[in-house]
């Protein structure tokens, strides 16, 4: 497939996980990727991403830096215009999982939280309105925890709840040039960072709320990303929960 031959994409996070799956499906529809990689690291991984993307037929330019600093995501799109002459598709799959009560958490965790899942996306989405081509797309993954009522993650889907009201301003201003701009609402992912957070138990309930009784595949999500970046272009302004029936709202 090769509907987004001759178009660039630019995913932050886009080294490791679900941010590497979207880099590999992107280039496999005929797309450029700049990988977004945050610390040295991780760079290997980012690299692996980097190869795959280019055995797919792609081009890819590998950008590291913290998001959190605005002039950085400034960077970031700049060095994708300078290799690319453009941007066509920006998705942003940054964000921090925290789960500590309220009367545990310090202010350091509350910033830095807020920081990776509220601050990085509203300058992410900013970046992407200034450089993104006519007729681009923009996705952010947030959580399926915007639809839950439960414990624990008070600064995790506090942190990523700002993004829909960034999404829907975005989505008005930037829809005049054929702009489309969603969020996908995972719900727990099987990925490394979700198993840090919570307990074998737990683990099992989160399943057990899932179609299948299992969690959510970064595979489930990915072709989202495919789809709103060609077919479904049309969709704008939304949060779509894409986590087998874990929690709607």
Known sequence: MTKLAGKTAVVAGGGKNLGGLVSRHLAGLGA???????SPSSEAEARETAAAVEA??????????????PA???ELFDAAVAEFGGVDVAVNTVGKVLRKPILETSEEEYDSM????????YFFIKEAGRTLNDDGTLITIVTALLGAFTDGYSTYAGGKSPVEHFNRAAAKEFGVRGISVNAIAPGPMDTPFF?????????????SQGMGNRLTFIEDIAPIVDFLSTDGHWITGQTLFANGGYTTR
């Open 195 to 207: 198993y840090g957070q919570e307990t074998p138990e737990r683990v099992e309930f989160h399943k």
């Open 32 to 38: 450029n990727v700049v990988v977004h990689y945050n």
């Open 114 to 121: 807020l920081d990776i899942n509220a601050k990085a996306a």
């Open 56 to 69: 797919a037929g792609g081009k890819a330019l590998l950008f590291q830096g913290d998001l959190t600093a």
């Open 72 to 74: 950085k995501v400034t």
